[in-house]
């Protein structure tokens, strides 16, 4: 067996060494201060808008609890898990974004949030309400939908696009000395 010198014998523990502490940090929860998912009440709206986007129904109705889980159960007995699933995408597609507000606690295991639904020509607003249940926050109610018309529709330029003589839309010089550009045809080099 032919001996190692020094060197080799140094890199070898010093490469063990980098090894275990890269393992080490990686199976090492953080710190304790840092909230978990589940510690977020409004953690499980935002797990139930996934399932819902996914077509997930399983993880769908893991989101709910009491009464309201049961009549979702229901339903999902009467049309169908593939007929469910379907219906949860859809009711999803034409969704812009969400925003969650008014986190208020009730008591202590039950928290009122404030859903908002954004689409393209409406909002519509839902409370729900949370309760924590051996250790996990799941949806018991639904408030019903309250519509609120916007005064500005989802994707409304906030300011109409103008080109002066001698710019593009990015601001620089036009090509041909000081042509103006037409307004459909900078609209369209801006999404660009």
Not at 163 to 186: H, K, L, N, Q, W
Request: with cysteine; charged share 30%.
């Amino acid at each position: 067996m032919k001996r190692k010198n020094p060197q080799q014998l140094a890199a070898g523990v010093v490469t063990i060494f980098v090894l275990a502490a890269v393992v080490w940090y990686i199976r090492t929860p953080g710190p304790a201060s840092k909230p978990q998912k589940e510690d977020q009440p409004e953690q499980i709206i935002w797990d139930m808008l996934d399932a819902a986007r996914a077509g997930d129904v399983r993880a769908y109705l893991n989101c709910f609890s009491g009464e309201l889980k049961t009549r979702l159960r229901q339903t999902v007995e009467e049309q169908g898990p593939r007929a469910f699933s379907q219906y949860l995408r859809r009711s999803q597609r034409g969704v812009m974004g969400v925003a969650l507000s008014d986190v208020r606690r009730t008591s202590g295991d039950t928290v009122r949030v404030r859903v908002e639904y954004v689409y393209r020509d409406k909002n519509e607003v839902q409370m729900h309400r949370l309760r924590r249940e051996r250790g996990r926050w799941k949806i018991v109610e639904v408030g019903s939908t309250q519509r609120i018309k916007t005064l500005i529709p989802y994707g409304t330029e906030a300011y109409p696009l103008t080109v002066r003589e001698g710019e593009s839309a990015e601001g620089a010089e036009t090509p041909s000395g000081g042509e103006t550009i037409p307004e459909e045809t900078t609209a369209s080099a801006a999404e660009e």
